[in-house]
Nanobody, 126 residues
Framework: QVQLVESGGGSVQAGGSLRLSCAAS????????MAWFRQAPGKEREFVAA???????????NYADSAKGRFTISRDGAKNTVYLQMTSLKPEDTAVYYC????????????????WGRGTQVTVSS
């Protein structure tokens, strides 16, 4: 019911920055929570950040780096797009980054989302 398309991934040197975009095609964004997850090779999928369109609230993983503001989620209502601004990137940030959406309340659990983009690759070299 919700089509999601990620873009903005690529290769970057450690310490660099990238901004990922997730464009949504849906009847209305207001009921949705949209989130970013990432999955590195051989690792489980993990929550990064989320945004509620109805309240404007943002949520971040309880990571030390996230608390320092390395990753920031934002939106552009005119473009039906959510962004993930990533700074001070590290090799351990290398992963496929997925945009996901669900109706209703916030969740940090990937299995509670039923709308997914195909992912965009982020590679951080040392």
């Amino acid at each position: 019911q919700v089509q999601l398309v990620e873009s903005g991934g690529g290769s970057v040197q450690a310490g660099g920055s990238l901004r990922l975009s997730c464009a949504a095609s849906t009847r209305t964004l207001r009921p949705l929570v949209m989130a970013w997850f990432r999955q590195a090779p051989g690792k489980e999928r993990e929550f990064v950040a989320a945004h509620s369109w109805s309240t404007g609230t943002t949520y971040y993983a309880n990571y030390a780096d996230s608390a320092k503001g390395r990753f920031t989620i934002s939106r552009d209502g005119a473009k039906n797009t959510v962004y993930l601004q990533m700074t001070s990137l590290k090799p351990e940030d290398t992963a496929v980054y997925y945009c996901a959406a669900r109706a209703g309340i916030y969740s940090s659990s990937w299995y509670e989302y039923d709308n997914w983009g195909r992912g965009t690759q982020v590679t951080v070299s040392s």
